[in-house]
C-alpha cells in the first residue's frame, strides 16, 4: 500500500483512492476486489453509513 497511514490495505483499496487502479486484489488467497468493486462489502452501503456519520450541525459547506 502506498497510503500513509493506513493499516487495514481492504480499508486502503475502499477508501483511499480510485478502485479502477486495482482490477483484482487478493488478500490472503481470498478475492476482495473484482473488476474494481469490492466483493465483501456494498460500496453504496458503507458510503450511506459514513454520510450517516457526518455531524452537519457542525459542517458548514456555505462560507457564512
Same mark, same amino acid.
Given at each position: 500500500?502506498?497510503?500513509?497511514?493506513?493499516? @487495514?490495505?481492504?480499508?486502503?483499496?475502499?477508501?483511499?483512492?480510485?478502485?479502477?487502479?486495482?482490477?483484482?486484489?487478493?488478500?490472503?488467497?481470498?478475492?476482495?476486489?473484482? @473488476?474494481?468493486?469490492?466483493?465483501?462489502?456494498?460500496?453504496?452501503?458503507?458510503?450511506?453509513?459514513?454520510? @450517516?456519520?457526518?455531524?452537519? @450541525?457542525?459542517?458548514?459547506?456555505?462560507?457564512?
Amino acid at each position: 500500500m502506498d497510503r500513509i497511514g493506513v493499516n @487495514d490495505p481492504v480499508a486502503a483499496l475502499l477508501f483511499t483512492g480510485p478502485s479502477q487502479i486495482a482490477r483484482l486484489v487478493l488478500i490472503n488467497g481470498q478475492i476482495v476486489v473484482q @473488476d474494481g468493486r469490492p466483493t465483501r462489502v456494498e460500496s453504496a452501503e458503507v458510503a450511506r453509513q459514513a454520510y @450517516d456519520l457526518i455531524p452537519f @450541525d457542525d459542517v458548514h459547506l456555505v462560507p457564512q
